[in-house]
């Protein structure tokens, strides 16, 4: 089997970390399989494909293609802004089309797989003809009209959507419409990599320029990209309604890492907006951080603060298998994920008080702390080992075109 994965960044996201573990996790169920990743752009992706011994190459994809995006674009500003990014945009796309199309004749590959909104469309438009396509669908579609659009119109015979969540499921049923096929899978880490473990505190003081925090400090953090819809503005209001006498220091780790115009925070906004609220000593911005198992060990608590509905959720699933106690959202993928006060604390999305709530509560409770890191782990390692993933995606991947009208959604 010859199967042609395609992805239009090089970056590590969410998105492409859950890539890479379904290509880990079919190298090892089928190591004689030849899988090939195809990029739109240089990234650390490339590194992390090839260090499991899965060739890659890149095709570039043009730079008013790789900024076009409706994510985050709302009213008549938003509209008008991609509006006027869309003509040029449209004449670059059809030499693309062309390009990719070219290259995925001569791959020939007998299955294309696709990460990512943009790579969906494309790779419908231009896998050779009879050859089926799978989307990795990682996002809700209905919040996003010009994507959903395309999505409609591309999808078709062909077409297999692999869905990370029930909740992701049911929005892209809505969207495509009964016809489609759809299957659940939820996403899975690498549980040995992912595990309880000693934190260096110290690193994330070190990181944001801070001084050493006092001892017996509660580290509290929100681990993300600077997307604006990951709820760094809840968690620094939250941040502030927490009394300065209160033992514990608050960390934005992570950075901004799209290419999509309009789409994130820039750190600039997010230290004006914490001196605004008086957060300065109190809340260090660590920047992007390479390894993050070591910044999830750092923290007590880690915050999960999404403001719209989360496709999965990633992270929460990630702090628990590191056995860190998690605050998450009640909302989406995410809630798929966790269950309230047992394996993580839930706080409707929104709410900086709920979540100064449910802070505090961690922060005057040790014992809190620990049963929820404790039971976390054990549910990570029941729900999400990433060694099922082969067994999920091979019946699919096996499978010929997909029969119209099947959904599991």
Excluded at 70 to 84: E, I, T
Aim: glycine letters at 10%.
């Amino acid at each position: 089997m010859k199967i042609l994965f395609f992805n239009p960044t090089g970056i590590l996201g969410g998105a492409e970390r859950n890539l890479l573990d379904v290509l880990t996790s079919l190298r090892t169920a089928r190591p004689d399989w030849r899988l090939r990743l195809l990029l739109g752009d240089e990234g650390p992706l490339r590194n992390a494909v090839e260090a499991l011994g899965i060739p890659c190459d890149t095709l570039p994809l043009p730079h008013t293609v790789a900024r076009l995006g409706d994510a985050g674009l709302s009213g008549l500003s938003g509209r008008v802004r991609l509006a006027a990014r869309t003509p040029a945009a449209a004449v670059a796309t059809a030499g693309y089309v062309k390009r990719l199309r070219t290259r995925l004749r001569a791959e020939a590959p007998d299955r294309v797989v696709t990460n990512g909104m943009k790579a969906h469309v494309l790779g419908a438009w231009t896998a050779p003809r009879g050859v089926p396509v799978l989307w990795n669908l990682q996002d809700f579609v209905r919040s996003r009209p010009i994507m959903a659009h395309l999505l409609r119109a591309s999808s078709g015979r062909n077409i297999t959507v692999v869905a990370l969540s029930l909740a992701v499921a049911a929005d892209v049923a809505q969207t495509l419409g009964h016809d489609a096929e759809i299957t659940t899978i939820h996403s899975a880490i690498d549980l040995d990599q992912f595990a309880p473990g000693p934190g260096q505190g110290s690193a994330l003081d070190q990181a944001s320029g801070l001084p050493p925090a006092p001892p017996g400090t509660v580290r509290v953090g929100l681990v993300s990209t600077f997307a604006r819809w990951k709820g760094h503005d809840v968690f620094l209001e939250a941040a502030a309604q927490i009394p300065p006498d209160r033992p514990c220091r608050f960390y934005v780790v992570g950075g901004p890492i799209y290419r999509s115009a309009g789409s994130q925070y820039s750190v600039e906004e997010l230290r004006d907006k914490a001196e605004a609220l008086g957060l300065s000593g109190r809340i260090g911005f660590t920047g992007h951080q390479a390894d993050p198992v070591a910044a999830l060990r750092a923290l007590d608590v880690v915050v999960h603060a999404s403001t719209r509905p989360e496709p999965f959720g990633r992270v929460i699933v990630e702090g628990m298998a590191c056995g860190r106690a998690v605050v998450a959202m009640r909302d989406g993928g995410a809630a798929e994920l966790f269950q309230d006060d047992v394996t993580a604390l839930g706080c409707r999305p929104g709410r900086p008080d709920e979540l100064a709530q449910a802070i505090t509560r961690l922060v005057d409770d040790p014992t809190l702390r620990s049963r929820l890191g404790a039971a976390g782990r054990e549910a990570a390692l029941a729900r999400f080992n990433r060694t099922r993933l082969a067994g999920e995606w091979l019946p699919l991947l096996e499978a010929g075109p997909p029969t119209v009208g099947a959904t599991d959604a």
